[in-house]
C-alpha cells in the first residue's frame, strides 16, 4: 500500500469525524511521511488502526519539525529571561556598591564606633597582599598588627597564605602598617591615608584616594585608565604603585 492509497484508507476510516477534523489529521499523518521518509505504513501501522487511536481521543505526536521549533523556542525564551535577569540582577549589585554609607573620608566618622557594627579581627605581622573582586571596600590604617574588617557579604574573608580574599561584598578595613599589595577586579576602593607603601592592580576597577593632608609619590602605569587630577610628590616618602587596565583613578569626593 503507497502513502496515496494509505491516506484514502485513513480518511474512510475517519468518516465519522467533521471534514475540518479529518483534514487536520491527514495533514499532520502526511507531515509524518515527508520528515522521516518512511511510507505511512511502516510508520503508523494499518490506517484503520491509526483511524482507531483518534476515533477514541489519542494523541499521535506532533511532527518532528513542530517539536523542535516548540523546544527551541522555549529554549530561547529561558536563556533571554535569564539573561535579563543576570543584566538586571548585576546593574542593581553594582548600584548597591557604590552607595556611601557616610562620609568615607571622615576617620571619626561615627560609624566607624557604632556599637553595632560587627567587626573582626585577624592577627597580621607579615607582608599582606589582598584580592578583590566585585567589591566595594574602604581602606583605613591603625597602628595595630591586625586586619580588622567589616563587611555587609553572605562570604565571609577567605585567607589563601600570606593573602586575604574578599568577593561579592561590602566592606570597611583596617590595615597594619605593613607592605600591601592589592588585586582589584571590577570593584570600587576607596585608600584613606594610607600608612605604608603600596603596589595595586585594577582591571575594570575604580579606584578614589583620601590623602587627608598626607604626600604620595605615585607612579602610575595605565592602560585605558581615566586618571583625575592626584598630586605627585617627588621626594614624598609613601609611593603607590598602580598597574591598571580599564579603570579610573581619582580623588575621593562625598
Not at 96 to 111: G, H, K, P, S, V
Not at 227 to 246: N, T, W, Y
Given at each position: 500500500?503507497?502513502?496515496n492509497q494509505?491516506?484514502?484508507?485513513?480518511?474512510?476510516?475517519?468518516?465519522?469525524?467533521?471534514?475540518?477534523?479529518?483534514?487536520?489529521?491527514?495533514?499532520?499523518?502526511?507531515?509524518?511521511?515527508?520528515?522521516?521518509?518512511?511510507?505511512?505504513?511502516?510508520?503508523?501501522?494499518a490506517?484503520?488502526?491509526?483511524?482507531?487511536?483518534?476515533?477514541?481521543?489519542?494523541?499521535?505526536?506532533?511532527?518532528?519539525?513542530?517539536k523542535?521549533?516548540?523546544?527551541s523556542?522555549?529554549?530561547?525564551?529561558?536563556?533571554?529571561?535569564?539573561?535579563?535577569?543576570?543584566?538586571?540582577?548585576?546593574?542593581?549589585?553594582?548600584?548597591?556598591?557604590?552607595?556611601?554609607?557616610?562620609?568615607?573620608?571622615?576617620?571619626n566618622?561615627?560609624?566607624?564606633?557604632?556599637?553595632?557594627?560587627?567587626w573582626?579581627?585577624?592577627?597580621?605581622?607579615?607582608?599582606?597582599?589582598?584580592?578583590?573582586?566585585?567589591?566595594?571596600?574602604?581602606?583605613?590604617?591603625?597602628?595595630?598588627?591586625?586586619?580588622?574588617?567589616?563587611?555587609?557579604?553572605k562570604?565571609?574573608?577567605?585567607?589563601?597564605?600570606?593573602a586575604?580574599?574578599?568577593?561579592?561584598?561590602?566592606?570597611?578595613?583596617?590595615?597594619?602598617?605593613?607592605?600591601?599589595?592589592?588585586?582589584?577586579?571590577?570593584s570600587?576602593?576607596?585608600?584613606?591615608?594610607?600608612?605604608?607603601?603600596?603596589?595595586?592592580?585594577?582591571?575594570?576597577?575604580?579606584?578614589?584616594?583620601?590623602?587627608?593632608?598626607?604626600?604620595?609619590?605615585?607612579?602610575?602605569?595605565?592602560?585605558?585608565?581615566?586618571?583625575?587630577?592626584?598630586?605627585?610628590?617627588?621626594?614624598?616618602?609613601i609611593e603607590?604603585r598602580?598597574?591598571?587596565?580599564?579603570?579610573?583613578?581619582?580623588?575621593?569626593?562625598?
Amino acid at each position: 500500500m503507497n502513502n496515496n492509497q494509505y491516506i484514502a484508507s485513513l480518511k474512510k476510516a475517519l468518516s465519522g469525524l467533521d471534514k475540518n477534523s479529518r483534514q487536520d489529521i491527514v495533514q499532520e499523518i502526511q507531515s509524518h511521511a515527508k520528515e522521516s521518509g518512511d511510507t505511512l505504513w511502516e510508520r503508523f501501522g494499518a490506517p484503520d488502526e491509526l483511524a482507531q487511536q483518534y476515533l477514541e481521543g489519542e494523541i499521535v505526536a506532533k511532527p518532528l519539525g513542530s517539536k523542535i521549533w516548540g523546544i527551541s523556542k522555549k529554549l530561547f525564551i529561558a536563556i533571554g529571561m535569564a539573561v535579563v535577569a543576570f543584566i538586571v540582577i548585576g546593574m542593581l549589585f553594582f548600584w548597591w556598591l557604590r552607595l556611601d554609607a557616610f562620609n568615607y573620608a571622615d576617620e571619626n566618622a561615627a560609624q566607624l564606633s557604632d556599637e553595632d557594627t560587627e567587626w573582626t579581627t585577624t592577627e597580621w605581622s607579615d607582608n599582606l597582599e589582598i584580592k578583590l573582586d566585585q567589591v566595594s571596600m574602604v581602606f583605613y590604617w591603625h597602628d595595630e598588627m591586625s586586619v580588622r574588617h567589616s563587611c555587609k557579604s553572605k562570604l565571609p574573608m577567605q585567607i589563601e597564605g600570606a593573602a586575604m580574599a574578599f568577593s561579592r561584598a561590602k566592606c570597611l578595613v583596617y590595615l597594619p602598617k605593613v607592605p600591601t599589595a592589592i588585586k582589584a577586579n571590577q570593584s570600587q576602593l576607596v585608600l584613606v591615608r594610607p600608612q605604608h607603601s603600596l603596589d595595586i592592580e585594577l582591571r575594570q576597577a575604580e579606584l578614589k584616594m583620601v590623602e587627608n593632608g598626607m604626600s604620595y609619590r605615585y607612579t602610575i602605569d595605565p592602560s585605558r585608565t581615566s586618571i583625575g587630577d592626584l598630586s605627585s610628590v617627588a621626594d614624598a616618602a609613601i609611593e603607590i604603585r598602580i598597574k591598571s587596565l580599564e579603570a579610573s583613578i581619582s580623588e575621593y569626593s562625598y
